[in-house]
DNA sequence: GTGCGCAAAATTGTATACAATTTGATTTTG
DNA sequence: CAAAATCAAATTGTATACAATTTTGCGCAC
């Protein structure tokens, strides 16, 4: 069964033709955190992966590059990022600007069809996590912000927002603190709440306090960044 | 005689070997109107101009189509952008959400070297316009707000300056309003004074007030759309 | 056993050839 | 004469071949 959520896709179609199912895929497969910060992504394994040349494999990992999920290495390849912990404070620094602000827009837009496909998101959020699909819950709440910032229509805000919660998700995977639970399912819930009553103060406030939330369940110490190569680290 | 101003480069290196060149001299043309909105950038005459093969042409213009410089059109080719009157109102929405507190920031870690830097900015923009070079005078106007975006040390935020700077560049080229000065000399005058004090409140204020006055002078109610000859501009 | 150096293998960078699509002009047809 | 159909030229999309670079592994000296 395919996705009960409308649009499934992070990255939007900078690239067209048989590369977008390779950026598709790559990118869910790093959303859901399947491939791992620091995981190599090489050319021929790809194109013979997909069946296409390394031409489109190539084109693809560039246009991934550009929404910062892959860092291309010259002469060495791709690789899933790795930010370091002075960018995933930047990030959510970021977030904590536009979101709050973004969530008062479309609390002042909202409708019932956006009520509607807010609702069906958060079940979507509800029914992966008890299928213990953990990865798909992880994608899907990120989405639940992209979902907002479209319905706040504000097309280029959203678009840095995407970027920041694809960073978020890289982010999740290398600093989260396995003790602290995952547990959004309140905080999105207040906010469609929230946004349902067309109240752009509180959902305001409420998206801040979650973005908090969120940093507060990171360990944004020195945290050395679990890295897969280690050359990568020690030689400069 | 090369740039008075540390970094002349808009496009952050997406993109290293050859293909470098080409986005830099790309950006650097559009960003001084020498390409116009709209302008066919055929793949054949770029790598006959460039000397070097299509596959990086068309790297290169993969990456100008992700700072949304340029636009690709799937078995059309590669277009110089032409932002719509909507994006023009989202993309200054934008800037007075991030650049004044961004321009607050930059007060509060203001230093010696980065103000020497700034007065050298503003001198070289002055140069230009004696110079009567008016496309490396707007060139460099709108490359000063990346420089305070910058000394505010928030790189993630300064990329998204960056991009919004570079559709402005496009904005100013479909709908300035000839009639109206292009004077930023004094509001960027303005700004430096306010910052070099340590001023984050004045820096906050003058930055907003700056980009309202540049809004001010842009017609945002229709667009027309001009081209060119590339071979006449582009001389690697 | 450790460290260095060199050569082979693997991987990425670039160029070129060919396929698919669009474009524009010319011809055909009502 | 206008509108539609068509074919050739031009342009982009993709695959493959070759060059450059990095990585790997072996052998040798110390």
């Given at each position: 069964?395919?996705n009960a959520v409308?649009?499934p896709e992070f990255v939007?179609?900078t690239?067209?033709?048989p590369?977008a199912?390779?950026v598709?895929?790559?990118?869910?497969?790093i959303h859901e955190?399947k491939l791992?910060?620091?995981?190599?992504l090489?050319?021929d394994e790809?194109?013979e992966?997909f069946?296409v040349s390394?031409?489109?494999v190539?084109?693809a990992l560039q246009?991934?590059?550009h929404?910062?999920?892959?860092?291309?290495?010259?002469?060495?390849?791709a690789?899933?990022?790795?930010p370091?912990v002075?960018?995933?404070?930047e990030?959510?620094?970021?977030?904590a600007l536009l979101?709050?602000r973004?969530a008062r827009?479309?609390?002042e837009?909202?409708?019932e069809?956006a009520?509607?496909?807010?609702?069906a998101?958060?079940?979507?959020e509800?029914?992966?996590?008890?299928?213990?699909?953990s990865?798909?819950?992880?994608?899907?709440?990120?989405?639940?912000h992209?979902e907002?910032?479209?319905?706040?229509?504000?097309?280029?805000?959203a678009?840095?927002?995407?970027r920041?919660?694809a960073?978020?998700?890289?982010i999740?995977?290398l600093?989260?603190?396995r003790?602290?639970a995952?547990c959004?399912k309140?905080?999105h819930?207040?906010?469609?709440?929230a946004?349902?009553?067309?109240d752009g103060?509180e959902?305001e406030?409420?998206m801040?306090s979650h973005?908090?939330?969120?940093?507060?369940?990171l360990d944004l110490?020195?945290?050395?960044?679990?890295a897969?190569?280690?050359s990568?680290?020690?030689?400069?």
């Amino acid at each position: 069964m395919t996705n009960a959520v409308p649009n499934p896709e992070f990255v939007k179609p900078t690239i067209s033709g048989p590369g977008a199912k390779l950026v598709s895929a790559l990118s869910l497969a790093i959303h859901e955190h399947k491939l791992l910060p620091g995981t190599k992504l090489g050319e021929d394994e790809l194109s013979e992966i997909f069946n296409v040349s390394r031409t489109v494999v190539r084109a693809a990992l560039q246009a991934l590059s550009h929404s910062e999920l892959v860092e291309l290495k010259r002469n060495r390849g791709a690789f899933v990022s790795q930010p370091t912990v002075r960018e995933a404070r930047e990030v959510f620094e970021a977030r904590a600007l536009l979101e709050p602000r973004t969530a008062r827009s479309a609390a002042e837009r909202m409708n019932e069809d956006a009520l509607a496909r807010l609702k069906a998101h958060i079940k979507a959020e509800h029914d992966a996590i008890a299928a213990g699909e953990s990865g798909k819950a992880l994608r899907l709440s990120g989405h639940f912000h992209i979902e907002i910032s479209h319905i706040a229509d504000q097309t280029t805000i959203a678009g840095f927002i995407e970027r920041l919660v694809a960073r978020s998700s890289l982010i999740i995977a290398l600093y989260w603190k396995r003790q602290s639970a995952l547990c959004e399912k309140h905080a999105h819930h207040a906010l469609v709440d929230a946004l349902g009553r067309g109240d752009g103060d509180e959902a305001e406030e409420l998206m801040k306090s979650h973005l908090l939330d969120i940093v507060t369940a990171l360990d944004l110490r020195d945290a050395p960044a679990p890295a897969v190569n280690l050359s990568d680290i020690l030689t400069p």
